[in-house]
């Protein structure tokens, strides 16, 4: 993750929300894979899963969170109901982007990574994208359309 430690964004205050847009790139997947973020807040896991944006070669969620809230995060590669892959658990703090690039743990490390998963996922949360957003679809207005059917709002 890179910021730069002498900015400071006075426009938005510790205490105010922000979207927080997380990017992964170099990441190469195959057909049917499915790419998730795992966002530990307070000890507490939520799984996102990620869209792939095929103009920019890179996967992506966004998320609300307060302004410089710290956080740890890293992404896992799902292939039907399996996990085949994760990236080392990075430690950062909420601001506008994150980006960051793909780099899997070995082998060893994870299965001692599959471990702590699957005694994790069954009390956490996991945000699954739509099968119109899982593709990447870039109508904004669909999308909410889509946020809108799926909460009943």
Known sequence: MKSNPLFHDSSVSQDSNVQTKFELMGLKTFNGDRVFMRLNLNDENTFYEMSYNEDSDFYETSVWLKHRRELSYNFLVKRGDDWVSASPQKEGHAMHSILDHWFALSDLEFKEELGFIEKKVESSKT?????????GSSNEEEFFDNLIKKWDL
Do not use: D, G, H, P
């Open 127 to 135: 945000i699954e994208l739509e099968e119109t957003e899982a593709k």
